[in-house]
């Protein structure tokens, strides 16, 4: 059964808990919660349950900050000691001198876990109140008017399309998109191993990726690069025949997505590549298995990556060697180092 659990920390300015004495009649500004609850909607609705409390309750609700002696901050997040829970948090600050007065919480799976506890909640921050809000405002008794008519609550804005957008562009969206595209310039090192071992350097160059989130911690990732294979062949003594060749090498690989918190994404994945050369000067394998991990850490609104992987041919790889020429066959060994920055689309619902 789904509990709803109340926690009240009560940071009082005056140090008093004045919970037996009514409620002053001080002026209140209700902020749009922000953070992320269970759903995207889950700001709109408590901020409107929210209003319709301080109403309920017979508050005086302002229009703005700058009119409000205090004002209501809701926010929402992940609830940190069990997965499937949000924490709604609410803190009452004194808009004079810039502090929070008092704060609670309320935990739950769904808003309506909150229903029975939400009114609680309010209630006891309203009570905190300290008495000389009123006090300081209060006329002599010989000069107050009479009031005719009961004094007409301010009505608070409805917050507009736009504010709610707001709201829910919020710090961790940028790990949940479903669609990223990627730029990056690699570094390919190789190891070719025979009768005796060589390897090549080569040099620095660019690739793309498409990356396809279809659940929130798996996705699918393919692209394309453009690399260079450069194999020697002893023909004699301190003779060497250099075979050169132009690859496409096309990824696919199989993600698991790692969010440790709101600003790194760790993917670790497995995959392999398939191989084409250009020049047809050497013939690789048309697929290479492959294994890596991908790090990247928010920077504005997408994220820098650095992608390490180690890749290894599943057959023999050959030459075109001339007529009367024996070249021995090689396995291909690739270091793959890349630095990039990938960005994302289509917001996950």
Partial sequence: MRKSILVLALLFCCGVFLSAQSRPDASIYVTPVTGKGSKPEDNLL???????????????????????????????????NNEGQYVFHLELRDNKTVGITVEGELVYEV????????????????????????????????????????????????????????????????????????????????????NEDSGYLGDPHFGFSFEYHFLSFMSLETGLELAVDEVKVRRATNVFDIYHDTMIEIPILVKYVAKPNAFFMLEP????????????????????????????????????????RFVMDIADSKVNAP????????????????LGYKYGILQRK
């Fill in 323 to 338: 007529a009367g020429v024996t070249a021995p066959a090689y396995r291909r060994y690739i270091i793959h180092l890349g």
């Fill in 46 to 80: 408590f901020y409107t349950r929210l209003v319709n409390e301080l109403t309920i309750q017979k508050a005086k609700l302002a229009n703005a900050s700058k009119d409000a002696e205090y004002s209501l901050f809701g926010t929402l997040a992940p609830y940190k």
């Fill in 269 to 308: 994945y497995i995959g392999g590549q398939f191989n084409i050369p250009l020049l047809k000067t050497t013939i690789p394998p048309p697929f290479s298995f492959l294994a890596g991990l991908q790090y990247g850490v928010k920077v504005g609104p997408g994220a820098l990556f650095l992608d390490a």
């Fill in 111 to 194: 808003p309506d876990d909150t229903n029975q506890l939400f009114p609680i909640l309010v209630n006891s921050l309203l009570y905190t109140i300290p008495p000389e809000t009123i006090q300081e405002k209060t006329v002599p008794a010989e000069t107050v008017p009479v009031e005719t008519n009961p004094v007409e609550t301010i009505k608070p804005e409805t917050p507009s399309t736009e504010t709610v957008s707001e709201n829910k562009e919020n710090k961790d969206e940028w790990r949940d998109k479903m669609l990223y595209f990627g730029l990056a310039v690699t570094w390919t090192p190789r190891i070719y191993r025979a």
